[in-house]
């Protein structure tokens, strides 16, 4: 019996390993999260197991209380649990309070928008919704543009969708 339970283990670790998200809706991400904030990360520690925690300076808080100029959101080591890696990029957080003073991402592997940053126009600034966070369903259709991969001329069934900073600033706090 013993052989047969690894012999089961063995067979089930892939799946387990390769395992996809499921898609989330834009409405639970909205809906869940405690405080969404623009912020610039700028200490950054990531243990060898791959938890970690990063400190960001906020720039506005888009929606929630928040009185302190600096939020410090944490992550686990599961393989698809989100990360922030660059000092000094940009981000949109739709965070939840977490222990103490800290803050988790309210949708698992979702919540950490990278920003392209335009430096010559600001308002040109975008996320793009691609990899898991193109998992993200029903964005609202008045900030979201999609866009389309070309290759060799042709449109593919690729599809990314690009949202523009200020277009989901302004619609996030009139909603």
């Known amino acids: 019996m013993k052989n047969f339970n690894i012999?089961?283990?063995?067979?089930?670790?892939?799946?387990?390993?390769?395992?996809?998200?499921?898609?989330?809706?834009?409405?639970?991400?909205?809906?869940?999260?405690?405080?969404?904030?623009?912020?610039i990360a700028k200490e950054i520690k990531i243990s060898e197991q791959g938890d970690g925690s990063a400190k960001l300076r906020v720039l506005d808080t888009i929606r929630g209380h928040n009185d302190e100029r600096f939020v410090t959101v944490?992550?686990?080591?599961?393989?698809?649990?989100?990360?922030?890696?660059?000092?000094?990029?940009?981000?949109?957080?739709?965070?939840?309070?977490?222990?103490?003073?800290?803050?988790?991402?309210?949708s698992y592997g979702r919540s950490f928008w990278k920003m392209f940053y335009n430096y010559m126009d600001e308002d040109r600034s975008f996320v793009e919704l691609n990899g898991p966070l193109g998992l993200i369903k029903n964005t609202p259709a008045q900030v979201t543009e999609s866009l389309y991969k070309e290759e060799c001329g042709v449109k593919s069934n690729y599809e990314t969708r690009r949202i523009y900073i200020k277009d989901l600033v302004n619609y996030l706090k009139k909603t």
């Open 7 to 39: 012999f089961v283990l063995v067979l089930m670790f892939p799946l387990i390993c390769w395992a996809k998200l499921a898609p989330s809706e834009w409405s639970d991400l909205e809906s869940e999260s405690e405080l969404i904030v623009y912020a």
């Open 74 to 106: 944490v992550w686990g080591s599961e393989f698809h649990d989100q990360r922030i890696y660059e000092a000094n990029a940009r981000f949109i957080l739709f965070l939840k309070k977490g222990k103490d003073d800290t803050y988790i991402g309210t």
